[in-house]
């Protein structure tokens, strides 16, 4: 390294290092440093002269001096900066001029014209294709917030970089679109791979989001379940009832019929035929209401197109479509899901025919209940009576 380099380089660091806002998170010494190494990269492989090498590292060191004064035309003061210096260290004039010149073609909106050029735009942009893209990218952007000058967010960022990727900068040495192009497309990729995720995220958000809108309200949702769910359960309770009361009065006929029919042939006992009458008629007629409450009703469990088609029936509940095939069924159901009315309507119908079964089962309950208290009161009274009035010598024998 010549020893102008050497001073270029203490002198830029410790300009950077000292006078340089510490806002500016990329534009820093950091980033010299790295256009300077990507700058050595490039001249290891091309075989320019010791001058011309010196010149490109003189601009690598140099290039970005100038943002000590600010963002704006931080080229033009850069070269100022240059030329003063290099002025004090006795650098002729041609060499100033040269190092100024690679210093503007930094510009992003330069064209490079001879190879110098091109050396120092790809070592400037180098970052690109380096896997430090991703830190160094993060720190321009907070940059550029913390500056003043804008601020991205995350979407509107990567989308900046993919368009600068695709459209704005390209790799003019041979060297770099042999070695740094591959990292480059791999970086665009991600940014890309990273959009399309976002992009999947943001349509299942939205699907979300519409479906949500379009499903009934959760308090409507809590209506139905806990209707349907309370409906349920009064049934189950009303059917438990009725297997109850079947079994007590199976119970009770078991023990007339085993303990006091037989006795019923003797003359002496037939003061006990009208209240083992009494007892039995009360315990099969409960039974017989019993079963009615709990006997499920036959339906023809067919349904026609023109049914579904006007919503008449009921897919909801089996007895409805037992008797279709799966296929009929599969056609009628696919026609209720797509209509969130008709899916509606049949809840609230599976809720009114539930209401009107309950309705029936709990007033047979409620008669059988009933005709069981009377019936064992009157048949209590009547053996108490005919015991009193008619055969009380036959208390012990019979028990």
Avoid at 184 to 189: A, F, I, P, S
Avoid at 300 to 325: A, C, P, W, Y
């Amino acid at each position: 390294m010549s020893e102008i380099v050497e001073k270029t380089e203490r002198f830029v660091s410790n300009i950077l290092t000292e006078k340089l806002d510490p806002k500016f998170l990329y534009h820093n010494l950091k980033h010299t440093q790295r256009v300077v190494k990507s700058t050595k990269e490039l001249l290891n492989f091309y075989n320019l002269s010791d001058q011309e090498n010196e010149h490109l590292l003189l601009a690598a060191w140099f290039h970005d001096v100038g943002h000590i004064q600010g963002m704006e035309n931080h080229e033009e003061k850069s070269c100022k900066t240059a030329k003063k210096f290099l002025e004090e260290n006795g650098y002729d004039d041609e060499g100033i001029t040269k190092v100024c010149n690679l210093i503007m073609a930094t510009k992003m909106d330069h064209e490079p014209s001879n190879l110098m050029e091109g050396i120092i735009r790809d070592a400037d942009i180098s970052h690109f294709a380096k896997k430090s893209y991703w830190e160094t990218t993060d720190y321009l952007r907070d940059e550029l917030r913390e500056l003043g000058i804008a601020d991205y967010s995350a979407r509107e960022w990567r989308d900046k970089n993919i368009k600068m990727f695709r459209l704005k900068h390209k790799f003019y040495t041979d060297y770099a679109k042999e070695k740094w192009e591959p990292g480059k497309e791999d970086n665009l990729k991600k940014l890309l791979k990273e959009k399309k995720t976002e992009k999947k995220i943001a349509k299942k958000e939205a699907l979300k989001a519409k479906y949500k809108s379009e499903s009934p309200d959760r308090s409507i949702q809590t209506l139905y379940r806990v209707t349907l769910k309370n409906h349920l359960k009064l049934s189950d309770i009303a059917d438990t009832k009725a297997n109850i009361l079947l079994s007590v009065n199976a119970i009770v006929i078991s023990v007339v019929l085993a303990n006091l029919l037989t006795k019923l042939d003797n003359p002496s006992n037939t003061y006990l035929i009208y209240p083992t009458f009494i007892l039995i008629l009360s315990s099969v007629t409960s039974m017989i209401l019993s079963v009615l409450a709990t006997r499920p009703n036959i339906t023809r469990g067919k349904f026609s197109k023109e049914d579904v088609e006007n919503k008449d029936v009921n897919l909801l509940f089996f007895g409805n479509f037992h008797q279709m095939s799966l296929q009929e069924y599969e056609w009628a159901l696919g026609e209720l899901v797509k209509d969130k009315e008709y899916i509606y309507n049949s809840l609230t119908k599976d809720l009114y025919y539930l209401g009107l079964v309950l309705n029936k089962k709990y007033k047979l309950l409620r008669m059988t209940y009933t005709i069981f208290m009377i019936g064992m009161i009157i048949s209590v009274i009547a053996f108490g009576i005919a015991f009193r009035f008619f055969g009380p010598e036959n208390f012990t024998y019979l028990f």
